[in-house]
């Protein structure tokens, strides 16, 4: 099976800080996404990445950067956290095949607060 | 730009009971892939269903099924028999052939009372 492991399943940052998110995939799946998700709005993609160094911006990529240094793992940063970034954070992935089928994989999600 | 709306942000059904979840989109594209998305609560995401557009057929799988009206750009989720582990958050989504990322809706909360 597929397994994608986002690293923190609930943070709490203060105003300001840099918060990194981390997600790692074990299915060399040379996709992977990052969503958004808020209650009435459905997922938001942020930023995805379709091979190791590679970057695009999603619909609402500001506030946030990516890093995709090696092809498993594929990070989020808030440079400088703001309270209206408190959200659910969802990481895919998905293989080259999968780029038009669009089957996702997910992670659990992780719960970020912003005080 | 594609779009697309879930008009029900929460269902209710009893257990073995049969539900429908509604999804339109607005799309200019000739081919495309839709799906139902499942988020159980406090777990992963999971595909439940795929439908390619340029197959007539409505696609099927165990009890979930889906209405697929080419014309009218809607695609429904039937649920046969519910079951108390369909309680999740669905979630439409589609997908160009062109090979772009998926657009979801804003998600349906159905809960399968016992």
């Known amino acids: 099976d597929v397994k994608v492991t986002q690293s923190s399943r609930y943070l709490v940052k203060r105003t300001g800080e840099k918060v990194f998110l981390e997600c790692v995939q074990d299915?060399?799946?040379?996709?992977m996404f990052w969503y958004r998700q808020d209650p009435g709005l459905g997922l938001r993609l942020i930023y995805f990445?379709?091979?190791?160094?590679?970057?695009e911006k999603g619909d609402i990529p500001e506030g946030y950067s990516v890093s995709r240094e090696k092809k498993e793992r594929f990070s989020l940063i808030l440079e400088s956290a703001s309270t209206n970034q408190t959200s659910m954070y969802l990481c895919a992935s998905s293989s080259s095949s999968g780029w038009n089928t669009g089957e996702l994989f997910f992670g659990e999600g992780s719960r970020l607060t912003v005080l | 730009a594609q779009t697309v709306t879930q008009s029900q942000p929460e269902m209710s059904v009893q257990e073995a009971e049969t539900v429908t979840l509604s999804c339109t989109y607005d799309?200019?594209?000739?081919?495309?892939?839709l799906f139902w998305y499942k988020q159980p609560p406090s777990r992963q995401m999971i595909l439940v269903i795929r439908q390619e557009a340029y197959k007539q057929q409505n696609a099927t799988e165990n009890r979930f099924s889906v209405n697929f009206q080419k014309a009218a750009k809607s695609f429904s989720l039937k649920i046969s028999d519910s079951q108390l582990g369909d309680t999740a958050m669905y979630f439409c989504?589609?997908?160009?052939?062109?090979?772009?990322?998926?657009?979801f809706g804003e998600g349906t909360q159905l809960t399968v009372n016992p």
């Open positions: 990445s379709y091979d190791v160094k590679m970057k």
């Open positions: 799309t200019s594209e000739s081919n495309y892939y």
């Open positions: 989504a589609f997908n160009p052939d062109s090979g772009s990322r998926l657009t």
């Open positions: 299915m060399d799946h040379e996709n």
